[in-house]
């Protein structure tokens, strides 16, 4: 399809992103690694996207998503947290976040000083459900409404084409209905319209509303240019021990306290019958481990 560049951005979940790494290097193909979560703040929650340019964006998104997955109850990120980790990353209000932003401008202009750049997702793919499309429309009106200055010919949060894609082809709309059903015993927002579009098909979507499709469709391509994040492949990187004052007294280093508790429990729970058995086990653990 003539495609450089393919992004990824699943909800609550990076698990997909190295293999989705390693199959856009093999295609030649600039992988953007993303996040879709929900920011809570004083009370209220909204749909952002997170795109790494950096590795240091990369780590700070891994911290993003333990916060969401680990530290957080219900599976949100709070505000301080996401001002935390904006470094090197490029964060993307969900398309129903308008009246949101207009509530907490603070909070928008505190985010645009700490990421690389905040955009407003401009997606104008059908549901199946005339009311979804209306909330949809609604929320991008007054988007343009409210954060366009006509003086200026400027946005205070720029507005950035990203269509939800859930499946490669429309055939496969059914797939995903199915899928829902599966995960949660309901079907979310169906639409026909989620497939992998090409260039064509965004271009005759936005052009069909809006005559200012320069500045989206222009931020699309600099979120793409400026995806240097990766993961390194070419190191493994082992967890690391860190040692107190008293372990390091008594033993050393972390190799010598390493084999000192493997000592240790050897002399106190392998029966004295069974210690060649276990020994030869033992050795092949450990070979295991240090290779």
């Known amino acids: ?13 990076m698990g997909a992103t190295l293999a989705f ?37 990369l780590r700070n998104l891994l911290r993003i998503q333990k ?19 904006g470094e090197g990353n ?24 700490t990421f690389d750049n905040v955009f407003y997702q401009v997606d104008l793919s059908e549901y199946k459900a005339e009311r ?14 409210t954060f366009y200055d006509e003086r200026n010919d400027s946005f205070l949060v720029e507005p950035v084409l990203i269509a939800d894609c859930y499946y490669p082809d429309r055939d496969d709309a059914r797939t995903k209905t199915v899928l829902n059903k599966i995960a949660t015993g309901a079907a ?23 005559d200012g499709e320069r500045w989206m469709c222009r931020h699309t391509v600099e979120i793409a240019e400026g995806a240097e994040a990766r993961y390194q492949t070419e190191r493994n990187y082992m967890p690391r021990y860190d040692m107190t004052a008293e372990e390091q007294q008594r033993y050393g280093d972390r190799y010598a306290m390493f084999r000192q508790l493997l000592e ?19 050795e092949k653990e450990v070979y295991i481990l240090e290779s």
């Open 67 to 85: 916060a969401v997955m680990v530290d957080a109850v219900d599976a949100t990120v709070p505000l301080p947290e996401l001002l935390r980790r």
């Open 132 to 145: 979804l499309d209306a909330e949809v429309l609604k929320a991008t009106a007054h988007f343009f409404h």
């Open 188 to 210: 979310h927002a169906q639409s026909d319209d989620q497939y992998f579009k090409d260039i064509d098909e965004h271009y005759a979507a936005v052009c069909a509303l809006f």
């Open 21 to 57: 790494q390693k199959a856009c290097d093999k295609a030649g193909i600039r992988p953007v690694i993303g996040y879709t979560c929900t920011l809570a703040h004083e009370g209220e929650k909204v749909e952002v996207k997170i795109y790494c340019q950096s590795q240091r964006g």
């Open 90 to 113: 490029v964060l993307v209000f969900g398309k129903l976040s308008p009246f949101w932003m207009e509530k907490n401008l603070p909070a928008v202009k505190a985010l645009r000083e």
């Open 1 to 13: 399809m003539g495609h450089t560049a393919l992004g990824i951005c699943d909800r609550n979940t």
């Open 264 to 282: 240790d429990g050897f002399r106190r729970l392998v029966p004295r019958e069974r210690a060649e058995e276990y020994r030869t086990r033992l």
